[in-house]
Nanobody, 122 residues
Framework: QVQLVESGGGLVQAGGSLRLSCAASGRTSSTNTMGWFRQAPGKRREFVARITGSGGSTRYSDSVKGRTTISRDNAKNTVYLQMNSLKPEDTAVYYC???????????????WGQGSQVTVSS
């Protein structure tokens, strides 16, 4: 089992920045893909970004590309999501995700964090 604990969510004004962190514990592996999904009220959970174990490959959804950077520190078993130029439509619960394989959809995820609320005010 892998446990994921998220931090860093909150309320921010449009145009602002926020950094989410997710610390993994338990049966972690530096080869796991780590990433983030989000779910807005009344909408399906959607892919945001992911990073491979080596950190050499990243992928972003079109909605956040150019405004968001995902990174990881394998020594700390932690993944980060730096979000800039935030928009009201970025408001959602953000979920940390871990999998032994590449993630592009919720069905690809093996372990989920508890979720962290991000609210962007206009």
């Amino acid at each position: 089992q892998v446990q994921l604990v998220e931090s860093g969510g909150g309320l921010v004004q449009a145009g602002g920045s926020l950094r989410l962190s997710c610390a993994a514990s338990g049966r972690t592996s530096s080869t796991n893909t780590m990433g983030w999904f989000r779910q807005a009220p009344g909408k399906r959970r959607e892919f945001v970004a992911r990073i491979t174990g080596s950190g050499g490959s990243t992928r972003y959804s079109d909605s956040v590309k150019g405004r968001t950077t995902i990174s990881r520190d394998n020594a700390k078993n932690t993944v980060y999501l730096q979000m800039n130029s935030l928009k009201p439509e970025d408001t959602a619960v953000y979920y940390c995700a871990v999998s032994a394989w590449i993630m592009v959809a919720p069905s690809d995820v093996q372990y989920w964090g508890q979720g962290s609320q991000v609210t962007v005010s206009s």
